[in-house]
């Protein structure tokens, strides 16, 4: 039955539960490769063949995970505005494909960051003003703002519903989940957590404390309360 | 200190404390220091103290214009105990304890009046003691103060001395080298932690309690200290612990990468992602490869933590002049695989120059993000390279071929192997569905596939190894993916497939207790022979750990009960 779901849900392009994972089946069976939805894609290596044209030495790095290239390094795209920041949006709309269906327009400034003669504009990805977790877009630029590399993070999250969970009540379950006592809650934010395997809308909740000292993340979906992941943030 | 009848959070703590020796393999007994908290400072801080409230009062500066110190360059094993005067950033405190610009560094004393640790309201122990200790001489210079005869010394100044003086030092090659202004305030600094467990309670649970040290140095974000059950507090630090005859603030190396994590900060390399073959944790490759990487810069010496990180072992200490490369030297584990990163640019900085090298890579750095690969780093990197100089841009490309940052598969042939004796004494690790979440449907890949070679004719390959995930009696829900002379390919598409020959599924092995085996035979090896590449899959939500694997060639295919896969479906 589990294998049905998981098979429908494939067919659908939709991320599973962990409940899935746990009881995933344990025989031997073929599985096949799927292909890249063209569009995207397409469009994103035409505008970076546009851009080779214009600047030979540019070039590409591709994730499985994106329909826009990970990184273009190389160009040199001229640009206009008066903050760097306008600068960057400038290029990304003049070139959004490069972004693989996501909107110039759903980059949040994060900030500007200066050494060596460079200006790094990098964005944070939002889906209808709700924050995409850890997705990032990062514009070099020349302190005149020719534009120089590209690098993205950024993937489409179309089609995510928001759920009816209250974030009181993802609190809960993200205690519960984490277990023990002594957790503390830092804070708790609203997000789209892009991973593999799909999008989902929920709240990520940090908590403080545990066995082991952890800063944890817990992201907990808004749909149906179910633990999307869970992993320590603290660097040692 | 205050005791409280009460069981589960304090034997949870005391657990934790436990925990922490763990972590840092240590095999000794933790917090076996004095019952009750000791007042084992601090005369020299009275009497220096007393000499600051009378400069002040007299109304003469405390502190000279260009205030003179002694301390280890490095550490004090590669100084061989000999510390060096230097000029410190004049302190802007009245009284001349060790607050800049750019660093403001207590000490944490084994005393009472430590902040309370507390867990749903129950106090259970406490934070050592909190003070600046460290005041000029009379002469405004800093000069007595000394590294102590006893290296287990909980409160000494020269730790504070160390911290105040190293960080300044980074703080400003970042700032004046690289132009980065990003940590432009006083990074708050404490050194000699430990923490005290009440020795009754601890008692009650058959542990010694006490003061315990902290093995560790650690960048500890705003609010980080919650984690400890502590008040919280509104500025990152960076803390480092004294723990037996360790003092972490001694080592400069430490110091330096520390704060090099801070620089890089959460908005970069902090991300874990599947790739076509497997899990990529290159990102936390690169961020401590990063932060060994401009430590080893700082001093221009490429071994880092040989007094710091020697304590637990010889192997944990690194050598950026020692080759590692992509894949041979992978493990999955990031400061192990960092050394991939990190011995590569410091060959690059051998052979193009320190200048150019750090400049194009902190240009790079800036516009990394949190999924940058080796490949995407080395990308930009090139590109960055060839705005400056194109010959070197090239030479920088063949180091970087070199040392497989370009053009690496994740995969290292199959052989008996062990933790133990391995360089770097890391598990073989599959992460579990709990850490990565629900999108993984065909279960978590490995970090590394496997490939084993097989000779024509070859009858059956069993495999076997000792795996542990937490709650699975050592029967992790692993699944084994094989494909024949090419990799196991992830798609990420359609929420994502793995495209594989066939996908068997490991037992518990008849003979080995708490070991999972499978043995190949039929379909499931190239008749012609060939390279099989195996990908490992965990369906659960624990992560598994493996640490020792068993290959054997066997003449024949074997009847029952070896777990035997054919792969005829």
Aim: proline fraction near 5%; glycine fraction near 8%.
């Amino acid at each position: 039955m589990n294998r049905l779901i998981a098979t429908t849900a494939a067919l659908l392009g939709l991320a599973l539960p962990s409940p899935a994972i746990a009881s995933a089946p344990r025989t031997a069976k073929k599985v096949t490769v799927s292909r890249a939805p063209a569009s995207a894609r397409q469009q994103a290596q035409q505008t970076l063949a546009e851009l080779q044209k214009r600047t030979p030495r540019t070039s590409a790095h591709w994730s499985i995970s994106q329909p826009g290239p990970h990184v273009v390094a190389g160009m040199r795209v001229l640009t206009k505005g008066k903050t760097y920041e306008a600068r960057a949006r400038h290029f990304l709309r003049a070139h959004e494909a490069l972004l693989g269906g996501v909107k110039q327009r759903d980059l949040r400034l994060d900030r500007v960051s200066v050494a060596h003669g460079r200006r790094v504009a990098r964005f944070a990805q939002s889906h209808a003003g709700t924050p995409v977790l850890g997705r990032f877009v990062a514009v070099s630029m020349t302190p005149d703002g020719v534009v120089l590399h590209l690098s993205s993070d950024a993937v489409p999250v179309n089609g995510v519903k928001r759920g009816a969970l209250s974030s009181q009540l993802a609190v809960r379950k993200a205690l519960l989940a984490a277990g023990g006592t002594g957790w503390a809650v830092k804070h708790v934010t609203r997000v789209i957590d892009a991973q593999f395997g799909g999008a989902v809308d929920g709240f990520a909740v940090d908590l403080i404390g545990g066995l082991k000292p952890q800063l944890l993340r817990v992201v907990v979906a808004s749909s149906d309360g179910r633990i999307v992941r869970m992993g320590d943030r603290m660097k040692r | 200190m205050s005791r409280f009848v009460t069981k589960r959070p304090v034997f949870w703590w005391i657990r934790a404390a436990a925990a922490c020796c763990i972590v840092a393999s240590i095999a000794v007994a933790c917090g076996t220091e004095p019952t009750q908290p000791p007042a084992q400072s601090t005369a020299d801080a009275a009497g220096t103290d007393a000499v600051a409230d009378a400069a002040v009062d007299a109304g003469k500066p405390v502190v000279a214009e260009a205030p003179k110190a002694k301390v280890y360059f490095h550490d004090p094993t590669t100084d061989q105990l000999t510390t060096a005067q230097v000029t410190l950033v004049r302190p802007t405190t009245a009284d001349g304890t060790l607050t800049g610009p750019y660093a403001s560094v207590k000490n944490c004393l084994n005393e009472k009046g430590g902040q309370t640790m507390a867990s749903l309201g129950y106090a259970f122990g406490a934070l050592c003691k909190e003070v600046a200790t460290v005041v000029p001489d009379a002469d405004g210079h800093y000069l007595s103060i000394k590294p102590p005869t006893d290296m287990s010394d909980p409160n000494d100044g020269f730790a504070e001395l160390m911290m105040y003086h190293h960080v300044n030092q980074i703080h400003a090659y970042f700032k004046n080298v690289h132009g980065l202004t990003e940590l432009d305030h006083p990074l708050p600094a404490l050194v000699n932690v430990n923490l005290w467990y009440d020795p009754e309670i601890a008692k009650t649970h058959g542990l010694a309690g006490g003061w315990t040290g902290y093995p560790n140095a650690a960048f500890m974000p705003p609010k980080g200290f919650k984690a400890f059950q502590l008040p919280e507090r509104d500025k990152g630090h960076i803390i480092f612990g004294q723990y037996e005859k360790t003092d972490f603030s001694y080592d400069a190396t430490v110091i330096y990468h520390e704060y090099t994590h801070a620089m890089v900060g959460t908005t970069r390399l902090s991300g874990l992602f599947a790739d076509a073959h497997g899990l990529n944790n290159q990102p936390g490759a690169m961020n401590e490869g990063f932060a060994d990487y401009f430590a080893a810069a700082m001093i221009e010496y490429p071994i880092i933590g040989t007094y710091g990180l020697a304590f637990a072992g010889a192997h944990r200490v690194r050598d950026l002049s020692v080759m590692r490369k992509c894949p041979d030297d992978l493990t999955g584990q990031v400061h192990a695989d960092g050394r991939i990163f990190s011995s590569a640019l410091w060959a690059i900085r051998k052979k193009v120059g320190s200048q150019l090298t750090d400049h194009v890579i902190l240009r790079a750095l800036l516009t990394f993000t949190n999924h940058t690969s080796f490949e995407a780093a080395a990308k930009l990197i090139i590109a960055e390279a060839e705005k400056l100089d194109s010959t070197k841009a090239g030479q920088m490309e063949l180091l970087l071929k070199k040392y497989g940052l370009i053009g690496c598969l994740r995969g290292k042939e199959l052989k008996t192997w062990s933790k133990n004796n391995s360089p770097d004494k890391t598990d073989f690790q599959v992460e579990g569905g709990g850490k990565l979440g629900g999108g993984y449907k065909f279960g978590v890949p490995a970090y590394l596939q496997w490939r084993l070679p097989v000779k024509q004719g070859t009858q059956a390959v069993r495999i076997r190894w000792h795996a542990e995930s937490s709650g699975t009696f050592n029967n992790p829900n692993l699944t084994l993916a094989l494909q024949f002379n090419a990799p196991v390919t992830i798609s990420g598409i359609d929420g994502g497939k793995v495209f594989a020959h066939a996908t068997v599924v490991p037992e518990p092995d008849k003979n080995k207790s708490k070991w999972q085996s499978i043995t190949l035979a039929g379909k499931c090896i190239p008749y012609q022979g060939g390279n099989v590449w195996m990908l490992l899959l965990n369906h659960s939500l624990k992560d598994v750990r493996i640490d020792e694997i068993e290959v054997d060639v066997l003449p024949t295919v074997p009847q029952s009960g070896e777990n035997l896969a054919l792969c005829n479906k």
